[in-house]
């Protein structure tokens, strides 16, 4: 369908080039200070100036651990001049196990500074330190705990117990990378939080790799008396991170959004990303200055941030936002297949925003990638990374391109990581989206939103054949209860296309989208016809589940944008709840608030969007956010206390 489109940007977009910009950048934030980070910043912005983007920039959005965007509060600013630590025998002789000069990565982001002397203690093993059940206070207090948990689970605990600091040669357990050692970014005493903000507790931890590890208990095991020496001199206060962001400009106000997050130690996650953007600035640039492709109506953004921090701050701080119709995250694309856990993946919208753009991506991620047979790709479900916009409180559809590798955040996850053939064809589908994005009219929507029926269409039915194979008469409302949502979140999908158009303009191709809407419709009837007909109830109509008392009464309005995370609550204010950062059902559940719709719909839309294998009830979806919980009901009212929602 784009194949001219694409063929310009084939023989522009050069894969060895994005390589080599994902080399420069992950060579100077693999040092994850606060200042490398600006250094980093001016690299880009730099390169970005190269390639001739206009209206380049570095913003500062403060890292002082007070300041909050969404709900999210800043980190404390970081810099480390050095660190060490030493294994001393009981005869005096110290051996160097961990040295940042060798090896940035063994030491804990945010670590704090031990006296000018260093700090020396007993090592005392504890395999699993962040269960504290596993921790005798007697055996930790005053000493220097070596465990395999991760130093930020078992932070809170340890300190608690008086333990001056943490060893540590945690791996995650897909890894199976003997040598590596582990990047532990997350440094706030909630388990479930990440960065170190000013309530939280300075502490060091340092992280050696399994190897070493084994080794090291096999001493200890043997009965050697071992002492660590730890010096860390660095320092922790305000400071800022950064924010780039470049132009090509087009002739209207609206704007398409391309966004990674820079400043990680990783080549793959995220200086791959980075670099695919850099080169795809450049040739959509160099296309439009040469004349070969047509100015964009609409302009194209260039965004490198903060994973989800800075994202937030941009999103709170620059007016722009807010006249973005549609936007692409790269996290993490492009990792050697060799050491994948999961192949190249698409992720879509959530349910409360679905948008045309998922078949718009997906649709030249077929045409591009049918070049390369041998590199698998899939599609997924919404899951979060700066693709955050996303949510329904800042309303950029945003998909996102993105893979896992056994190297993340490791030292392990360097650029011989990387593939230069995947980022060249990753950066084709990412030039050709935002072009797309950014020179549509009111006859390449209909192709838009053609495409979001047909996806539409396709996912209706293998999901009629999903609930077919596990079909019990008595799920046969559910089912098709089920396939009804999806035709109406598909249907959805369709009409956003108008969304590109303003709103004098839309009329002429309104008929033709809201018939598509209809073929999507009647998709989801014909699915719900069949299951009836399998289940020997034809002619079956689904009823819609009765109100469930209480829920049904109030209207919740969200009023914090992006995902929750309850950092504005003192962590002993939170009456128990953990943190629901990373939490798929909070995330829905909020997504659906609107203050039209009842507790009791924004529960069943939620959990019709997680379906699995059946539909979860309120209380099964509050279990999921809290095992504590008694209710939905008693998680609503807490976040209204707190000023999250109203009613």
């Given amino acids: 369908m784009f194949r001219d489109l694409l063929n310009v940007l084939k023989a522009e977009i050069d894969g060895r080039r994005a390589w080599d910009e994902s080399v420069a950048v992950q060579a100077i934030d693999h040092r994850f200070t606060f200042s490398s980070f600006m ?48 294994l001393v025998g009981s005869n005096g002789t110290a051996e160097r196990i961990a040295d940042r000069a060798r090896e940035p990565l063994c030491l804990a982001m945010w670590s704090a500074p031990t006296p000018e002397q260093g700090v020396e203690a007993d090592i005392v093993w504890i395999e699993n330190a962040a269960d504290k059940r596993n921790c005798d206070p007697e055996s930790v207090r005053g000493k220097i705990v070596f465990t395999s948990a991760h130093p930020h689970q078992a932070k809170r605990i340890l300190l608690e117990l008086g333990a001056v600091g943490i060893l540590s040669d945690f791996q995650p357990p897909p890894a199976k990378l003997p040598d590596a050692v582990s990047w532990i970014n997350a440094w706030s005493d909630d388990p479930n939080g990440w960065a170190l903000t000013h309530r939280d507790t300075p502490a060091w931890a340092f992280v050696i790799s399994p190897r070493q590890g084994d080794e090291l208990r096999a001493r200890l095991k043997a009965g050697e008396q071992l002492k660590g020496r730890a010096l860390v001199r660095s320092s922790l206060g305000s400071g800022t991170l950064p924010v780039v962001t470049g132009v090509i400009p087009g002739s209207g106000k609206e704007e398409v959004l391309v966004l990674g997050h820079q400043f990680e130690v990783g080549a793959i996650d995220n200086a791959s990303g980075i670099g695919i953007m850099i080169e795809v600035a450049r040739a959509l640039n160099s296309l439009v200055s040469e004349g070969r492709l047509s100015p964009p109506k609409r302009t194209i953004r260039f965004l490198f941030i903060s994973e989800c921090y800075t994202s937030l701050f941009w999103v709170e701080t620059a007016r722009r936002a807010r006249r973005t119709v549609a936007g692409l995250c790269l996290d993490a694309a492009c990792g050697s297949s060799e050491y994948a856990i999961w192949p190249l993946r698409f992720h879509a919208n959530p349910h409360s925003h679905m948008s045309y753009t998922d078949a718009l991506v997906l649709q030249l991620a077929r045409e591009v990638l049918s070049e390369a047979p041998a590199y698998p790709w899939d599609e997924a479900a919404f899951a979060m990374t700066d693709n955050l916009i996303a949510d329904t ?76 194979a596990r079909l019990d008469a008595t799920e046969l409302n559910d089912s098709q ?72 009464t109030i209207h919740p309005r969200r009023l914090v944008k992006g995902p929750l995370t309850l950092d504005r609550i003192a962590p002993e204010a939170r009456e128990g709840h953990p943190s629901p950062r990373w939490s798929s059902t909070v995330l829905a559940l909020l997504s659906w608030c609107d203050g039209r719709r009842s507790l009791a719909d924004v529960c069943h839309l939620t959990a019709r969007e997680l379906r699995t294998t059946r539909t979860l009830t309120p209380d099964e979806l509050a279990k999921a956010i809290d095992p504590n919980l008694s209710s939905m009901m008693d998680y609503f009212e807490f976040l209204r206390r707190h000023d999250y929602v109203a009613w």
């Fill in 39 to 86: 250094e980093s910043a001016r690299h880009s912005a730099g390169r970005l100036r190269d390639v001739g983007l206009d209206r380049v920039e570095v913003l500062e959005a403060p890292a002082d651990g007070r300041s909050i965007f969404g709900d999210w509060m800043m980190p404390l600013a970081w810099e480390v001049e050095e660190a060490t630590f030493d």
């Fill in 481 to 552: 209860l089920q396939m009804s949502y999806l035709a109406e979140r598909h249907a959805e999908a369709v009409g956003a296309v108008l969304n590109l158009l303003p709103t004098s303009q839309r009329a002429a191709s309104r008929p033709q989208v809201r018939a598509l809407q209809r073929e999507v419709r009647a998709a989801g009837k014909t699915e719900a016809t069949a299951l009836a007909r399998r289940a020997g109830q034809p002619g079956h109509v689904p009823q819609s589940s009765e109100d469930e008392g209480a829920l049904a």
């Fill in 393 to 468: 409180s800042i309303g950029i559809p945003c998909p996102w391109i993105g893979s896992h590798s056994r190297t993340w955040h490791s030292s392990a996850d360097t650029p011989e990581m990387l593939d230069s053939e995947a980022q060249s064809m990753v950066a084709r589908i990412s030039a050709a989206y935002a072009y797309l994005n950014a020179t549509a009219d009111e006859h390449q929507i209909v192709d838009f939103a053609h495409l979001a029926a047909a996806r539409g269409k396709g996912a209706i039915a293998a999901a009629g054949v999903a609930e077919l």
